[in-house]
C-alpha cells in the first residue's frame, strides 16, 4: 500500500478563484501587520491559475479597492474602463431599448478577462508567500475522530479507468490545517458533501442555478466600441425562460459574448447551447461579429438564489467562500466583488479566532454585519419574481426597486429546486433548432475544440451514475434524454448497443460546467474531481 504523504499548514484553501484568492491575500497581509506567522496553501484543479475560471465578466472594483489599495499603480490586466450600457428586449427581427436597471449601471467598472485577473491575484499571493499548487484537485475530505475538518487530501494520480493504478500511479497529498477554506465555485464538489454532513442548509431556501455560455471573439476594428456593454432579454427565450445575453466590448478589438438560462426551464427540448447559437443571427447581435473570428469558448453554472438560499457558512474546522456560498448579485450580473469580500471577511475572522475557536463562528457575523449581505438583500425579490413571467416580474421588479428600493416587506419564495422544474416530454413538442453556419454559429463538438479541454483518457469517469439503469428507463422514457440538450460539451450521448438504447459518457470532453449534477431530473449524476490540470484550459476568458 502507498503512503500518502502529508503536509501541514495553518489554513488550505481549495480553488484559486477570487474568494479563494482574496482570503489568502488578506490573511497574509493581516499575518505580517500582527507579526504572526499564518502558513497557507492553495491547490487548484486547473492547470494553471485562471484555467478553470469563466465569466462575464465586468468587474466592481470596491472589494480590490479595500484588498491591494494601489492596484492602479501595478500590472494588474484591468485595462477597459465600461463607458456605455444599453439594455434590449428582442423579438425575432427587432429590439426594443428599455431603460437600463439601476443594478445594471456600470459606471466605474472594468471589463476583463476574470482568468487573467485571477492569475494576476495568484502572483500578488505568491509573493505574499502563499503556496499555490494548481493541476492538484481536493478529492477528498479529511475528517478527525471527533468528525471536524482537518484539511483534504488531493487525487491519486494515475488510476487507470478499471480502477486499479497504472505504471504511473502516485498517491494523493493530504494537506492538513487548522482551518480549510472552501473555495471551489459555484456547486463544489466537497461543498456538496460538507451541506450534507453538516446540515448547512437547514434554515435557507434551496439553491437555483443558471448555465452561462460563453465565446470570446476577435471582431473587425471597424466593429469594435471600447467599453461598450450590452445586456438582452427575450428572443429566442419564450417569457416563461428566465434567461439574457451580455456583449462586452474589451481590449484589442476582443468581445466577449455569453447566454445565460435559468435551469428551472420545464421545456426537456430546449437546449441552452442551441438558444445561444440561434441568438447570435439576431440583426442586433449579427452586426457586432460579422467579419470577426470565435476564438474562445466555454461554460459553467451559476448561483441564483441569492439573499434566500445562503448556507450556514461555518462548520468545525472550516468555512465556505465565494460562488461556493452562493455570492452572486444577480440583477447585477456580478459576483467577483462579493466573492473578493467574502475572502477578506474570511481573512479578517481568522486571523481572530484561529487559534481560539475550532469553527469560527464570527464569519457569519461579518458577513450579516457587511455591505455584501445589505446588497443582496436588498435584490432578493427580483429573481424569485420571475416564476411569474417575464412581464409580470419586470413589473415587480420596477415596484421592488424604484418604490421600495429593496427593501419591501417580505422576501418572495424560488419556485423549489431546478432538478424538479422539467415536465415530461408529452407536454411539448422537439424544438427544430437552425443548423449551424460555422461563421456565427458553430456545433458544439467544433466549439468545444476552442476551449482547449482534455482529460486524462484512461482515468475514471468523474461523472457518475448511482444507477445507471436511470438513464434509460426515466430520463429517455419521460423525457426524451434533456442531458443531451443541457450539457454544452456533448459529453452524453445516447447509442445503440445490441439494438438498445445506451448512456454514453464522453467524460473527456467535460467543461466542469456542472449543469449535469445540477439539472438531471433524479439527481443521479454525480460530478467529483477528475485528476487534477483535466478539463477546459481557458485562456483570455
Known amino acids: 500500500m502507498n503512503k500518502r504523504e502529508v503536509m501541514e499548514y495553518d489554513v488550505v484553501i481549495v480553488g484559486a478563484g477570487p474568494s479563494g484568492l482574496s482570503t489568502a491575500i488578506k490573511l497574509k497581509k493581516l499575518s505580517q501587520i500582527k507579526n504572526k506567522d499564518i502558513s497557507i496553501c492553495i491547490v487548484e484543479k486547473g492547470s494553471e491559475v485562471g484555467s478553470h475560471i469563466l465569466s462575464g465578466a465586468v468587474i466592481e472594483t470596491k472589494s480590490l479597492d479595500e484588498l491591494i489599495p494601489n492596484w492602479q499603480k501595478t500590472d494588474i490586466p484591468l485595462k477597459t474602463k465600461a463607458k456605455s450600457d444599453d439594455f434590449l428586449f428582442l423579438t425575432k427581427k427587432k429590439s426594443i431599448k428599455l431603460p437600463t436597471p439601476p443594478q445594471m449601471n456600470n459606471d466605474g467598472n472594468y471589463i476583463v478577462s476574470l482568468g487573467k485577473f485571477c492569475n494576476w491575484l495568484g502572483n500578488q499571493a505568491e509573493n505574499l508567500g502563499v503556496e499555490i499548487y494548481p493541476g492538484f484537485a481536493a478529492s477528498e475530505i479529511l475528517f478527525d475522530?471527533?468528525?471536524?475538518?482537518?484539511?483534504?487530501?488531493?487525487?491519486?494520480?494515475?488510476?487507470?479507468?478499471?480502477?486499479?493504478?497504472?505504471?504511473?500511479?502516485?498517491p494523493g497529498i493530504e494537506l492538513k490545517a487548522k482551518q480549510t477554506i472552501f473555495a471551489e465555485g459555484c456547486r463544489g464538489h466537497l461543498g456538496k458533501i460538507l451541506m450534507k454532513k453538516f446540515n448547512l442548509n437547514e434554515n435557507n431556501q434551496p439553491q437555483t442555478y443558471a448555465i452561462g455560455i460563453k465565446e470570446l471573439w476577435e471582431i473587425d476594428p471597424k466593429n469594435h466600441i471600447s467599453g461598450k456593454i450590452l445586456h438582452t432579454t427575450g428572443w429566442?427565450?419564450?417569457?416563461?425562460?428566465?434567461?439574457?445575453?451580455?456583449?462586452?466590448?474589451?481590449?484589442?478589438?476582443?468581445?466577449?459574448?455569453?447566454?445565460?438560462?435559468?435551469?428551472?426551464?420545464?421545456?426537456?427540448?430546449?437546449?441552452?447551447?442551441?438558444?445561444?447559437?440561434?441568438?447570435?443571427?439576431?440583426?442586433?447581435?449579427?452586426?457586432h461579429l460579422v467579419g470577426g473570428r470565435r476564438i474562445g469558448y466555454g461554460a459553467r453554472s451559476l448561483?441564483?438564489?441569492?439573499?434566500?438560499?445562503?448556507?450556514?457558512?461555518?462548520?468545525?474546522?472550516?468555512?465556505?467562500?465565494?460562488?461556493?456560498?452562493?455570492?452572486?448579485?444577480?440583477?447585477?450580473?456580478?459576483?467577483?466583488?462579493?466573492?473578493m469580500k467574502s475572502g477578506i471577511l474570511a481573512a479578517e475572522s481568522i486571523i481572530e479566532d484561529i487559534d481560539k475557536e475550532t469553527e469560527i463562528k464570527k464569519f457569519?457575523?461579518?458577513?450579516?454585519?457587511?455591505?455584501?449581505?445589505?446588497?443582496?438583500?436588498?435584490?432578493?425579490?427580483?429573481?424569485?419574481?420571475?416564476?411569474?413571467?417575464f412581464w409580470k416580474a419586470i413589473i415587480?421588479?420596477?415596484?421592488?426597486?424604484?418604490?421600495?428600493?429593496?427593501?419591501?416587506?417580505?422576501?418572495?419564495?424560488?419556485?423549489?429546486?431546478?432538478?424538479?422544474?422539467?415536465?415530461?416530454?408529452?407536454?411539448?413538442?422537439?424544438?427544430?433548432y437552425p443548423k449551424p453556419d460555422g461563421?456565427?454559429?458553430?456545433?458544439?463538438?467544433?466549439?468545444?475544440?476552442?476551449?482547449?479541454?482534455?482529460?486524462?483518457?484512461n482515468q475514471p469517469c468523474?461523472?457518475?451514475?448511482?444507477?445507471?439503469?436511470?438513464?434509460?428507463?426515466?430520463?429517455?422514457?419521460?423525457?426524451?434524454?434533456?442531458?443531451t440538450r443541457y450539457c454544452p460539451a456533448g459529453v452524453y450521448e445516447i447509442v445503440q448497443e445490441n439494438n438498445k438504447p445506451k448512456l454514453q459518457i464522453n467524460s473527456q470532453n467535460c467543461l466542469h460546467c456542472k449543469t449535469c449534477d445540477i439539472k438531471d431530473p433524479s439527481q443521479n449524476i454525480n460530478w467529483i474531481t477528475p485528476q487534477g490540470g483535466g478539463g477546459p484550459n481557458y485562456q483570455g476568458m
Open 303 to 339: 448561483n441564483e438564489g441569492g439573499f434566500q438560499s445562503i448556507p450556514k457558512l461555518t462548520f468545525p474546522g472550516g468555512m465556505l467562500v465565494g460562488c461556493e456560498a452562493g455570492f452572486l448579485n444577480v440583477p447585477k450580473i456580478k459576483g467577483t466583488h462579493l466573492a
Open 462 to 483: 468523474h461523472l457518475t451514475l448511482s444507477d445507471k439503469e436511470i438513464p434509460i428507463s426515466l430520463n429517455l422514457e419521460k423525457f426524451d434524454s434533456p442531458e
Open 364 to 389: 457569519q457575523n461579518k458577513i450579516n454585519d457587511s455591505w455584501l449581505h445589505d446588497e443582496l438583500f436588498r435584490v432578493r425579490n427580483i429573481r424569485p419574481s420571475f416564476k411569474w413571467g
Open 145 to 170: 475522530e471527533n468528525d471536524e475538518v482537518k484539511g483534504i487530501a488531493t487525487n491519486d494520480m494515475g488510476i487507470l479507468k478499471d480502477g486499479t493504478k497504472g505504471p504511473n500511479f502516485e
Open 396 to 432: 415587480y421588479s420596477a415596484i421592488d426597486t424604484y418604490i421600495f428600493r429593496g427593501k419591501a416587506p417580505w422576501t418572495l419564495k424560488h419556485d423549489g429546486q431546478d432538478h424538479n422544474s422539467l415536465e415530461t416530454k408529452k407536454k411539448y413538442n422537439r424544438i427544430d
Open 439 to 457: 461563421i456565427l454559429s458553430f456545433d458544439k463538438l467544433t466549439n468545444l475544440s476552442f476551449s482547449a479541454t482534455n482529460h486524462e483518457e
Open 236 to 287: 429566442p427565450l419564450n417569457s416563461e425562460t428566465y434567461g439574457g445575453s451580455f456583449l462586452y466590448h474589451f481590449d484589442k478589438n476582443l468581445v466577449s459574448i455569453g447566454f445565460v438560462i435559468g435551469l428551472d426551464y420545464k421545456n426537456p427540448y430546449l437546449s441552452p447551447y442551441d438558444e445561444f447559437q440561434q441568438f447570435k443571427h439576431h440583426p442586433e447581435i449579427k452586426k
